[in-house]
């Protein structure tokens, strides 16, 4: 596998379960650990259940967001055991493994919630696509740890069937003339979006309703390239001289 993953645990609760994620991880070859404000790490129970794992623990990332986590990502998957407020590209982890095949020397962030609650609307917002494991939907949530584990088990078994999976080509292609945007240039896209709409008086601050939630999940429905965003963000530069002129 040429793109570089890495497994995102936000406000992880039980560090028990962060030593679970770390031990699941490294059984499928996998080291990039990232936590966001995890609420007790490092911790004697993180070392306990990572078993030999402990390197994985002791090389992870420690972020203060979500946002700073997978700013320099050209692919951003959030984990999520249930439908949504606004449905957004769900893929099974077959077919997330497919893509991520067929993604190159890209890097990847698969993004996992809280044991409680999931991730917030707000966070699955951030994401290109959602993945959800097929699982009972009458009983639908997975443990943290157990759902890291299907999800690099299916990234390692499409790795393993590289030249099978090769054959079903990637919504965007291995070939790309441009580097695609990371996770920065598309939340200054959002942001300078946001502003322009109110701006020309489209967007309405006291009453935003879900429009930004809707033009997101439009944009990153495409994965654009860098001069896409350019281009997008040259168009509200110009808009926004028009208005002043
Ligand atoms: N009660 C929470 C579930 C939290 S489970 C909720 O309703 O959202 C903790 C984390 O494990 C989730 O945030 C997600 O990252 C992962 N997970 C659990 N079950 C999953 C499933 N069926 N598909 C994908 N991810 C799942």
């Known amino acids: 596998?040429?793109?570089e993953i890495r497994i995102v645990l936000v406000n992880?609760?039980?560090?028990?379960?962060?030593?679970?994620?770390?031990r699941a991880m490294k059984n499928m070859k996998f080291s990039q650990l990232h936590l966001v404000a995890p609420k007790k790490f490092p911790h004697v129970e993180a070392d306990s259940r990572a078993?030999?794992?402990?390197?994985?623990?002791?090389?992870?990332?420690?972020?203060?967001?979500?946002?700073?986590?997978?700013?320099?990502?050209?692919?951003?998957?959030?984990?999520?055991?249930?439908?949504?407020?606004?449905?957004?590209?769900?893929?099974?982890?077959?077919?997330?493994?497919?893509?991520?095949q067929g993604a190159g020397d890209k890097r990847i962030a698969v993004v996992f919630g809280r044991e409680d609650r999931g991730l917030t609307n707000e966070e699955l917002h951030l994401c290109h696509h959602h993945v959800h494991i097929p699982s009972n939907p009458d009983f639908s949530s997975l443990n943290l740890a157990a759902a890291v584990q299907v999800i690099t088990y299916e990234l390692r078994m499409a790795d393993l069937y590289a030249e099978q999976v090769e054959q079903q080509k990637p919504q965007w292609g291995t070939e790309w003339d441009i580097d695609l945007a990371d996770s920065a240039d598309l939340e200054r896209l959002f942001a300078h979006m946001e502003e322009?709409?109110?701006?020309?008086?489209?967007?309405?601050?006291?009453?935003?309703?879900?429009?930004m939630s809707r033009l997101r999940r439009l944009y990153l429905r495409t994965v654009p390239d860098k001069v896409e965003v350019n281009i997008l963000r040259g168009i509200m530069n110009a808009t926004q001289k028009k208005m002043k002129d």
Not at 60 to 88: K, M, N, Y
Not at 201 to 209: G, V
């Open 196 to 211: 322009t709409l109110v701006d020309i008086e489209f967007l309405d601050p006291d009453n935003p309703r879900q429009l």
């Open 12 to 22: 992880t609760s039980h560090p028990g379960n962060i030593g679970g994620v770390a």
């Open 51 to 100: 078993s030999g794992a402990t390197d994985i623990l002791e090389n992870a990332v420690v972020h203060e967001t979500l946002e700073q986590a997978i700013a320099d990502c050209h692919f951003v998957v959030g984990t999520s055991a249930r439908g949504r407020h606004i449905p957004w590209p769900v893929v099974d982890p077959r077919e997330l493994s497919s893509i991520v």
């Open 1 to 3: 596998m040429s793109a």
